[in-house]
């Protein structure tokens, strides 16, 4: 199983970005999507979790509530991360997480660069 991140990049304060994560080659939809993100000199954390279905039940860290949002299209096998109002403490390496149903086997992609900066 690999998940391919996209979408990182440099971001002034208050601005957007969206992250992507394909899986490529298997059945997505069978699959509790993550996001976990690590920051310079800090430990990797949790932002947000989505259920096996689009509209399954989301989960979000309190530091993110209201600014980030996570979707998924299962038809393209590709789980969205929508970045809005970004503050300095977004900066960090962003990497997505599947988690089998049943098995609960993890697999990580390699991470995208998210730099908030003016």
């Known amino acids: 199983v690999q998940l391919v991140e996209s979408g990182g990049g440099l971001v002034p304060p208050g601005g957007s970005l969206r992250l992507s994560c394909a899986a490529p080659?298997?059945?997505?939809?069978?699959?509790?999507m993550s996001w976990f993100r690590q920051g310079p000199g800090k430990e990797r954390e949790l932002v947000g979790s989505i259920g096996i279905t689009a509209g399954g039940n989301r989960y979000y860290v309190d530091a993110v509530k209201g600014r980030l949002t996570i979707s998924r299209d299962d038809g393209k096998a590709t789980v969205y991360l929508q970045m809005n109002s970004v503050k300095s403490e977004d900066t960090g390496m962003y990497f997505c997480?599947?988690?089998?149903?049943?098995?609960?086997?993890?697999?990580w992609g390699q991470g995208t660069q998210v730099t908030v900066s003016s």
């Open positions: 997480k599947a988690r089998r149903i049943y098995t609960n086997d993890d697999y």
């Open positions: 080659g298997f059945t997505f939809s069978n699959y509790v």
